[in-house]
């Protein structure tokens, strides 16, 4: 019953962290590809660290701290690195992909030639 | 489970040659952070679920430090495209 319990886990968590690098290697510019990997690959990553938090609580008997820091540190920092890294690519001034990119920040921020 | 868990090395493993493919490739310096980054994921959950499939906690440790030390990175790597500076003194 864990076992099951820990295969779905991580099947979901890998599909995720999977379709994370497809976007990565897929989509057309880094806005979309730090979209991609900041969203995707943080919840596959809490899946897996909750699929061990499972294994390790069920074969033992006692709860692993340090995972539960891992996935609360996860899910603080995933969203964070990828806002830095895609604020910091707008005000270097790399450009969108053609097509329907709309660029709403233009009229606050100009970005730097 | 064992399947469970070699499939998932499989597929975090063709995962990451993806995003080594965009680290290399990648056009802008940013496209190779965010390459860098989901890298450091897939290199995270490979060691999680090798600590599953080796039924040992010895590399949980080594978990959190990696974590830590992706999150640093990115950082330290974002503030160096937008400034070109990692410490600065400017207050802004």
Redesign the interface.
Same mark, same amino acid.
């Given at each position: 019953m864990i076992e099951i319990a820990v295969s779905i886990l991580i099947l979901i968590g890998v599909l995720f962290i999977v379709t994370a690098a497809v976007g990565v290697l897929r989509l057309p510019d880094a806005y979309c590809r730090a979209h991609a990997s900041g969203l995707s690959s943080t919840l596959g990553l809490l899946s897996v660290t909750l699929a061990a938090i499972v294994y390790f609580t069920a074969r033992d008997g006692s709860l692993p701290i340090s995972l539960l820091l891992v996935a609360l540190f996860i899910f603080f920092t995933g969203p964070i690195g990828a806002h830095m890294l895609t604020r910091a690519a707008y005000f270097i001034g790399i450009k969108q992909h053609e097509g329907k990119a709309v660029d709403e920040m233009a009229d606050y921020v100009p970005p730097r030639d | 489970?064992e399947l469970?868990?070699n499939i *998932?090395l499989t &597929? %975090?493993g063709?995962?990451?040659l993806?995003?080594f493919?965009?680290v290399v490739k990648g056009p802008?310096?940013?496209?190779r952070?965010?390459?860098v980054?989901?890298l450091m994921?897939?290199v995270? *959950?490979i060691i &999680? %679920?090798l600590?599953?499939k080796g039924?040992t906690?010895i590399y949980?440790?080594a978990?959190?430090s990696i974590?830590?030390l992706?999150?640093v990175g990115?950082?330290g790597?974002?503030?160096f495209? *937008?400034k070109g500076v990692i410490i600065d003194r400017d207050r802004s």
């Open positions: - | 489970m469970v868990v *998932a &597929l %975090l063709f995962g990451a993806l995003c493919y965009r802008t310096i940013p496209d952070a965010v390459g980054d989901t994921m897939h995270v *959950a &999680l %679920l600590g599953i039924e906690r949980m440790d978990v959190i974590a830590i992706s999150f990115t950082t790597f974002a503030k495209i *937008a």
